[in-house]
C-alpha cells in the first residue's frame, strides 16, 4: 500500500463493467490514466493492464461492496471516484409484474446504488475527496409504458443522487446523475427495430446517442471538483420542466 499511496492517478470502482456501457466506461478511464476497479456481476474479464482490476462484485451484496472498497484502498490507497452502472430491467405491464421481478430489479439499480455509495463513503470521507456518478434514465423523469419498476428505480436513484450530494457536499465529495440515453447495449439489443426508430424520432436530432460519447462525458464529470447534485441528460429529448 505505500506504493501505491506514491501513485497520484485516481482510483475508479465501475459497476456493471463486463459489457455495454460499463465496458466502454473501463476502457475510457483507463485511457485517461485512470485506476479502474471493472466489477462485474459474474466471471471478471481477463485483463493485462495494470490499470483495470477486474473483480466479481454482487452490487446487491452491502458486506460484498465493503470487501470490494477495503480491497481497493489496500491494492492502491484510495478511491476517488465511484460508478453505479450495474443494473437490469424487466419490462413488462404494471398489473403483470410479478413481485421477485419487481424486487429484482429495485435491488439491481436502485439497492445497488445505496449499497455501493455506502461502502464507498467511508474512504472518501477520510479522504474529504470523491465522487460518486450513478446512471439514471430518462424514464425516471417522464415515466414508460412497461417500465413500471425500472422507471421507479431510477427515479429513486436520482433522490439518492441528490440527498447524497446535500449529506456530503461539506466534505468535498460530489453526486451526481447521469440519463445516458438509449444505447446500444445488451439491454437494448432485443428491442424491434421499429422501437429504436421511435426512440431515435422522439429526440431532436433523430438520432440515439453513443457508448463513447456518454463515456466521454462521464469521465470528464467524474474529474470535476465544483459541480454536483445534478442530473444529466445526454440525448436530445426534451421533458417538461416539473
Known sequence: MADAAKDARPVVLVTGAASGLGQGLVAAFAAADWR???ACHRDPFPSDSDRVWPVQLDVTDAAAARHIVRRTVERWGRLDALVNNAGVTL???SWQIGHADWDRVLA???KGAFFCAQAALPTMLRQRDGHIISLASFAARVGARGQASYAAAKAGVIGLTTSLAREV???NIRANAVLPGV???PMTQDLPADTLAAFARANTLGRLNSI????RFIVFLAGLQNVSGQCFQLDSRIARWT
Open 183 to 185: 444505447l446500444p447495449t
Open 91 to 93: 419490462d413488462e405491464p
Open 36 to 38: 479502474v476497479v471493472a
Open 169 to 171: 457536499g461539506s466534505r
Open 212 to 215: 463513447a460519447e456518454v463515456t
Open 108 to 110: 439491481a439499480n436502485l
